[in-house]
């Protein structure tokens, strides 16, 4: 059995010194187990569920379900993992952060895969996204995250025909719910989330009742002071220097989309994606997607919004093809 390491405890910042691995996938959860159960099912198919270290970060609080959470990781067959339990009620935001923080900061994997509680993956999600990684930051000296997940419409056989087509993410800057980053990019854009945290989100009572402004934290006081402060760091963005290599281009005008954001953009999801842009980084998505949305309701989702965003339209197939794809196409 995997015991659950209370956050505060000396061994949670041990705990990479048991690993020798370069790769880490972080999940995250809150409660919302029966999720979370369907999302562990999908990554223990994938054979690096035998080798790979996980680590799942359970945030606490008013309607946490950290024990039926723990038993649903541990009576899963992946063979290492690490289990740490919020004491409080972090909020999306801030278990997030703290999260890679752990990995990157004080672990120092190379790379993470981040995965959220309410998305499955195919067989070879993990085998074809460090795949992509590898590609990607091999041939583009801008591509900051690589995610397999896309709005794709397509029927299996035209998937078929496309599963080596990649594209820039366009407008959906929005959605991080599972992707790769490495510790170069995650150095780059943790400066903007480190202040986001500290001036914002920490400011944020930890009573109960403000749960879900520490998850959506436009709801909160200092939403308008958020929105105010991006928009500064919109007005003041400065020209990346140039990098030795090849860009990847991007078709949307980030600097108008970004201006535009009120709400949505004190969301921990967003500011990952503006701190990518601050830091002159892109993100990569494949055409053909290889993870489905399965979250209808939660702190930030709804079942409106989970139709209105079509997810419902979206299905996930599998192809052995994954497991040997090495180089990719850009769209």
């Given amino acids: 059995m995997t015991a659950a390491i209370n956050e505060y405890d000396s061994s949670y910042y041990q705990v990479a010194l ?10 995250v959860a809150y409660n919302r187990p029966e999720y979370l159960k369907e999302v562990i099912d999908s990554l223990a198919k994938n054979p690096e569920s035998s080798t790979f270290p996980f680590y799942f970060f359970l945030d606490g609080g008013p309607g946490a379900k950290q024990e039926e959470n723990i038993t649903i990781i541990q009576q899963s067959p992946i063979v290492k993992k690490e289990i740490i339990t919020r004491n409080r009620n972090y909020g999306c935001a801030k278990n997030l952060i703290d999260a890679r ?15 959220e509680d309410d998305i499955i993956l195919s067989p070879h999600y993990i085998r074809f996204l460090l795949a992509l990684h590898q590609w990607a930051r091999k041939n583009f000296n801008n591509v900051g995250v690589v995610q397999g997940w896309s709005y794709c419409f397509l029927t299996r056989e035209d998937k078929k025909e496309k599963l080596k087509l990649v594209r820039d993410s366009g407008s959906y800057w929005w959605s991080f719910v599972s992707y790769c980053l490495d510790q170069e990019v995650w150095q780059a854009i943790s400066p903007i989330l480190y202040e986001y945290e500290t001036s914002f989100i920490n400011k944020i009572p930890w009573s109960e009742e403000f749960y879900k402004e520490r998850s959506k934290p436009g709801l909160s006081s200092f939403g308008p002071d958020i929105r105010s402060w991006v928009k500064q760091l919109i007005d003041t963005h400065a020209p990346i220097p140039a990098k030795e290599g090849k860009s990847l281009k991007t078709t949307f005008d980030l600097r108008a989309q970004f201006a535009a954001m009120n709400y949505d953009i004190t969301m921990q999801d967003l500011m990952t994606g503006f701190a990518l842009w601050k830091a002159g980084y892109v993100k990569l998505e494949s055409v053909v997607n290889r993870a489905r949305h399965i979250g209808k309701y939660g702190v930030t989702v709804d079942e409106g919004l989970f139709h209105l965003l079509q997810h419902d339209k979206i299905t996930l197939d599998h192809f052995d093809e994954d497991r040997t794809i090495t180089e990719f196409e850009e769209v």
Avoid: M, S
């Fill in 18 to 27: 048991r690993q020798n691995q370069a790769v880490a996938i972080l999940v």
């Fill in 101 to 115: 923080r752990f990995l990157f900061d004080w672990c120092q994997y190379e790379k993470v895969i981040v995965v």
